[in-house]
């Protein structure tokens, strides 16, 4: 609607960033997905059904020994687009002010996003999944085996996305 | 057994790492868990039932707005102590090689842990939880909700780790 999507609604609010940083990160590979449009993307992973593909840099290529046995994994990319100060944000599609540790926007301090996708394919340094939303050419920062012992709570509420009984 | 805990073991492979990081991360705060020397901490998140506690940095404080609605997070935390180059590992409770993206084991490219956590209850800037395995005063980078309608896979499968039929 032309509005900024990377700028500051009615309601939300910025702090101050720290002065220096504490730890730095390798960019292992990119996802390429369909989406090259930020509004094109689907709106979260339960929408996310197209088949996209991980490449990771083949200097890792070894460390997809045994990915190949698991039917899930975690995907962890970094959202370099996003702004990190915002510490009270307005989502647009619920309209009602919230915490950035209670969402899972990409403006967050640390922008890393955490994916579960489900594995169809290894092949040498490329992985194909389904279950990722985020933009064509992201970074990847992370690949972890899912394990459903630890991973999977099933019963886990979200209180403030319950349906409303109304 | 006087072993380095952060050495190379037989079997294990390293590569050269990148000449330079792509992207820097803020601690947002810390984890205060019962654990002080690593081989104390619990064998995995299953196994770790102690209450922990998640402080964040008071800059960050109203991020939490709404978090206390939720019944499990998502905690992301930095492994400051963990070595970045291998790509083949041999962990010592299962003796077999696997790739590092195989693996939960902090040693990877980007050391970033990912774990489940039940949340108890929240007090101004301070989270207490269950579910944490890492050592005491380990840097927090970031806390997400945790929603089961697509973090859940209950049927998800790690091929290599399912029990043995013989």
Chains 1, 2 share one sequence.
């Not at 990377?6 to 390429?32: M, N």
């Not at 100060?85 to 009602?96: C, F, I, S, T, W």
């Not at 992370?142 to 012992?149: E, G, M, R, T």
């Amino acid at each position: 609607m032309g509005e900024d999507p990377f700028g500051v609604r009615k309601g939300e609010v910025t702090v101050e960033l720290p002065q220096a940083f504490d730890a730095s990160l390798y960019y292992i590979g990119r996802i390429r997905t369909p989406w090259t449009r930020r509004e094109d993307c689907p709106k979260n992973a339960r929408e996310a059904q197209a088949l996209c593909t991980i490449e990771l840099d083949p200097r890792w290529a070894e460390g997809l020994k045994g990915v190949e046995s698991c039917t899930h994994i975690v995907v962890l990319y970094w959202m370099d687009r996003s702004r990190r100060d915002l510490v009270l944000q307005v989502p647009r599609h619920y309209g009602e002010q919230r915490g950035t540790f209670a969402l899972r926007s990409p403006a967050r301090p640390n922008p890393i996003a955490m994916s579960v996708a489900r594995l169809i394919k290894v092949e040498a340094a490329r992985l194909s999944v389904i279950g990722l939303d985020c933009l064509d050419n992201t970074p990847l920062i992370d690949i972890k085996p899912y394990f459903a012992s630890t991973d999977a709570i099933s019963e886990a509420v979200v209180g403030w996305h319950q349906p409303r009984k109304d």
